[in-house]
C-alpha cells in the first residue's frame, strides 16, 4: 500500500466530558498516536487498485490525511485528495438539513403532512409526515429492486422533460408496509420524495437550491448533483469487481444522480469536513435542530431507534458520534463526526463493490477513532472465564429488539439481523460492535443481577 498523503505523527488536544472513566480520564488531554498505526488500518488497500481518500480533522484542523491506490486504472492515476466521488447515501444528511432550513424559515414542519405536498397522495399514507419521512419510520415500502429504481429514473427524465406526468404519478403509486411510526425501516424513496418537496417548497431544482443555501456560502466547489454528462474536474472514476473479477467501470446508465436526494451528490473529502465543521458549529442550522437532528428518535411504542433525522447515532466507549454511510455502484463513502470532541473522520473510495472487503473500508474510520479516543477494541479477551457470565438474553421497554449475547469460538457475538456479530473487548466489561457502532457495558444491578447498558445519544439498560 501506498500512502500519497500522511502525517507521521499527530498531536491533539481533546476537550470532552463523558460518561465513563476514559472519557474523564482523557478531558481536556493532548493524545498522541503514530501514522504507522494509521497506515496500518489501511493497509487492506492494494496499490494498483481503486482507493479511496481519508481525512481526519479536529475543529475544522488536519491530524491526518491520506490518498490510496488509484483514481483511473486506465491511466494509472494515483489517488488525490482532491478527486470527487458520488458520496451515494451520505447524501441523506444533506436533504435533512435542507429540511430544517426550510423549518427554521417558517415554510415547513416536521409533523407536516406529506399529502399538504404531493396531490392524491394515497389515503393509506395520510399520517405520514416529514419528520416521518427523515427518520425511515413512514411505513412506505421499499423494494430497492430494479424495477422501483428504474421507474423513478423514467420520473426523473420525465420531470426534466417538462412531461406532465412524473415524479408527482411515481409517488401517488407508492404502498405501504406499516403505520407510520411504528419501526425503522431504511427507505430511498423517502428522500427521493423529501427532494421534490424541497423543490416545491423552494420553486427550484435540489441541486440549485442546495447550491445557493450551502454550497456557494461555504465555499464548497467541488459538491454537486452528480451527472455523467457533465465535465467535473478530478473527478475519481467509478469501478466495480463481483465475484474476484476485472474491475469494470460503471455503467453510464448507472448515473446515481436518478438517486437525486437520497444518493445522488458527488464531493471531496475536504468539502465534507467543511460541510460537518460547519453544521455542527452551528452555522447552517440552528443548535436547537441540530440537536434535534442527532438525537435518536422515539416510535410509537416508546422505544428509541439508532438514528435521528438523516443521521444515524453511535458510541465508543462513552463518546457519541454521528454517522452515515453510502454505497453505489462503482463508489462507497463512510464519515464519523464526534460533537464532544470535535473529530470528523471520512473515507470516499472509488469502487462500490471491490476485490478486497469493503467491511475494511467502512471499519477504517472507527478504528482510527478508537486509536485517538484510548478505546482500541481489536485485541484478545483478557479473561475467557469472566465473559461467560455475560452470555443470555437481555430485554429492556426502552428497545423493540432484545440483546442476545452467545459465545462461540471462545468470543462473544450479538445476534442480530445482519448475523453474529463479535463483540470487541475494550476492557473485561465493555464491548464495541463494529456494524452496529454501540457499545455494551456489562455490570451488575442493585439487585445484584447481571445488567447490559448501551448507549447512543440515549441510555438503554437491558435486564437479563
Known sequence: MKLNALLPLLFFSL?????????????????????????NILSFFPDNEPGGTFLVTQNGKTIASAALGKNNLELDEDMKMENVFNIASVTKPFTAVAIFKLIEKGKIALTDRVSKF???????????????????????????DEDQRDAFKKAIVMKRDNTSISVVEYFTKEKFDTKPGNKHDYNNVAYQLLGYIIEQISGKPYEEYLKETFFEPLNMNNTLLESTAKVIKNRATGYDSFNGNDYHIRKIDSDDSYFYSAGGLMSTIEDLSIWYEALMGYKIIGKANVEKLITPIKYNDGTYGGNGYGVFTGNLNGHNFIHHDGLGWGYGSMLLYFPESKIFIAHLRNCGYCKYDIGNSYSAPIRIAATLLDSEYLKDYEDKTLFKKYIGTYSSTLSQEDKVIIEKDDKLFLESKLGSLQLNPINDHTFFVERLNETLSFGKSSENKIELTLNKGVTIVYEK
Open 118 to 144: 404531493v396531490p392524491d397522495f394515497p389515503k393509506e399514507g395520510e399520517g405520514i409526515t416529514i419528520g416521518h419521512l427523515l427518520s425511515h419510520s413512514s411505513g412506505m415500502e421499499y423494494k430497492n
Open 15 to 39: 476537550s470532552c466530558c463523558g460518561q465513563n472513566e476514559n472519557v474523564e480520564k482523557n478531558q481536556n488531554s493532548e493524545i498522541k498516536i503514530s501514522g504507522e498505526k494509521i497506515a
